[in-house]
């Protein structure tokens, strides 16, 4: 470090190579000048004089690297009178005719940084006529202010410099700017292995020593810059990459799980046609007399109520993180362990089912405000192995499952009543003591030889900790009996003819049916209602049946109940 203004601790031969690369570097401008003003005999002269500064820069390794206090002027070369002290001027001299031109590329910004005055007139000349603007700092913190208001592309910094060295500014450097944003070339007389791999290990991208070789040093520079060029567009590339992804996401989210989007954007084989065995929990959902509520409705009333009911759905599936396989009209089937298992698939399954219950008062409140039919919905939760990927062909596919535990689902969910979820015996054993259970059931499902055994989901335990109101409508008796027909169907087919009884009992969601013809119990039933004057409603009302009576009647949960129905309900209930 400096002991005043004037004196410097460096080495002798540090010095030398300082005064060797000036006397190179002004060899080398003026047989540039002469070749531009065409006096070619005197380049001769000067190239001897290069010859001798080479011979010489042999010797000077030759000294020993022992340090000793300088004079910091006492070996310095001072700039020709005919060159200016002050930074080269942006708008460089012209190459001589016959000198190759500066690519467009070229034409970069570099701060040169030494506190030799020679020194750095020599190279921001040589570096001018490359075709670069050149930026001259004489210190450290200078080349620090300049770094932060200017817009640099490369660094040139020597290392011995008062005050402040070339390698604490080169830590500076590195703490507000990565290498390939800024590359910083050290061009120092220090030329001893330990100096280079000292600058190299705390950042620099490049080395070399004085006196420079300035073919080499351009080409040195020339692979920085085009390296900070490539890298540049590395991440303009990454960034155009991230926001298309982003797109993507945002895009193929509405119709594909988070992770299912994130195995096709980042992985070789995520769309790979394929697939494997595994164990996932399957939720299966289904509105109760949509179809009916369709027949009476516009076209855009229908798909309003679909996307109201199914957007809904979709924010509780995705917040249980769920994943979507596919809309079944007015269905859903959602997974839950695949992609990703994360052990509580069960769990999160059956507390998913209960929160899409609760959503659904909010569902038809919203379709009473647009004049929409109130709708319910059944839900089904069931584990079991699956085939599970990507299912299609080159031209089209999709990420779905695929067996026998799908169909099965299917089948429990087709015996759920209105606003109920069942879960599969091997869902309970799968979520352990974490649900409330309602009644058990056996039922037999078409298909399957044996029964199944289902439970009456109340509710959740633990982190999700919900539970499914009680109804609270309660059937009363009617102040007039509302005379009724009904038939039993299977999905579309009728099962059994059509058959009289009355409404004894009733609320908006549910009757007590008087009849001699008795339907089975869980039977769906097609009723179609006739008003005080015996005039048929022109809407079929589905329900389902709950329980026998000991009295010939039966207890039927309504599916979706039209306004017209409902009313005549209301009107018939002796508070009317």
């Not at 075709?131 to 490369?154: C, F, I, N, R, T």
């Not at 390939?180 to 070339?185: A, M, R, Y």
Request: with cysteine; glycine share 8%.
């Amino acid at each position: 470090m400096a002991e005043g203004p004037e004196r410097e601790k460096k080495s002798l031969r540090h010095e030398l190579r300082t005064c060797v690369n000036q006397i190179l570097g002004y060899s080398e401008l003026v047989q540039e000048d002469l070749a531009r003003a065409g006096q070619s005999p005197f380049i001769e002269d000067l190239k001897r004089v290069s010859s001798a500064a080479r011979r010489l820069e042999s010797l000077v390794d030759q000294v020993p690297e022992t340090e000793t206090l300088l004079e910091s002027s006492s070996l310095r070369v001072p700039p020709p009178k005919w060159a200016p002290g002050a930074a080269p001027t942006p708008a460089a001299t012209a190459p001589p005719d016959g000198a190759p031109r500066p690519s467009a590329a070229a034409r970069a910004t570099l701060l040169v940084v030494d506190d030799d005055e020679s020194n750095r007139d020599v190279l921001g000349r040589v570096l001018q006529l490359k075709g670069y603007a050149v930026v001259l700092a004489a210190s450290g913190p200078e080349a620090l202010e300049l770094v932060d208001s200017k817009a640099v592309d490369l660094v040139l910094l020597d290392i011995m410099m008062p005050d402040v060295s070339g390698l604490e500014v080169l830590k500076a450097l590195r703490a507000r700017h990565p290498r390939d944003t800024l590359p910083v070339i050290m061009a120092t007389a220090k030329d001893q292995p330990k100096d280079m791999v000292d600058a190299l290990e705390m950042g620099a991208n490049d080395y070399v020593t004085k006196p420079l070789d300035f073919a080499v040093v351009t080409a040195r520079i020339e692979g920085q810059l085009s390296l900070r060029r490539a890298m540049g567009e590395i991440r303009r590339l990454n960034d155009e990459l991230q926001r298309r992804n982003q797109f993507i996401r945002r895009t193929f989210g509405r119709y594909l799980n988070d992770e299912v989007v994130a195995s096709l954007l980042e992985t070789p084989e995520g769309t790979r046609l394929g697939g494997e065995k595994r164990t996932v929990t399957l939720l299966m959902s289904d509105l109760r007399g949509f179809t009916a509520a369709a027949d009476r409705l516009k076209p855009e009333q229908v798909v309003r109520l679909l996307n109201n009911y199914l957007g809904a759905m979709s924010e509780v599936i995705t917040r249980f993180q769920g994943t979507i396989d596919e809309f079944i009209g007015d269905g859903i089937l959602a997974l839950f362990g695949a992609p990703l298992d994360r052990g509580d698939d069960a769990a999160r399954a059956a507390a998913c089912a209960v929160a899409m219950q609760l959503a659904m008062v909010e569902v038809n409140e919203t379709n009473r405000r647009d004049g929409l039919p109130e709708v319910q919905m059944g839900v089904a939760v069931h584990t079991g192995e699956v085939i599970v990927g990507n299912i299609g062909s080159q031209t089209r596919a999709k990420y779905g499952v695929v067996g026998t535990n799908v169909n099965l689902t299917a089948r429990i969910e087709s015996f759920t009543l209105p606003g109920q979820v069942l879960v599969s015996q091997s869902t309970v054993d799968s979520a352990r003591d974490t649900l409330v259970l309602g009644e058990s059931r056996s039922l037999q499902a078409k298909g399957f030889k044996d029964p199944i055994a289902a439970y009456e989901l109340k509710g959740v335990r633990g982190r999700h900790d919900t539970l499914l109101p009680e109804a609270q409508e309660e059937m009363r008796p009617l102040a007039r009996e509302i005379p009724v027909s009904f038939t039993v169907v299977d999905g579309t087919h009728v099962r059994q003819a059509s058959a009289e009884g009355r409404f004894v009992r009733a609320s908006p969601s549910g009757a007590l049916v008087s009849s001699e013809q008795k339907a089975p119990p869980r039977a769906n039933v097609r009723i179609r209602v006739r008003d005080e004057g015996g005039a048929e409603l022109p809407v079929d009302l589905y329900a389902r049946v709950v329980e026998g009576e000991s009295d010939g009647g039966f207890v039927v949960r309504f599916s979706s109940a039209p306004p017209e129905v409902v009313e005549l309900i209301r009107s018939a209930l002796p508070s009317a």
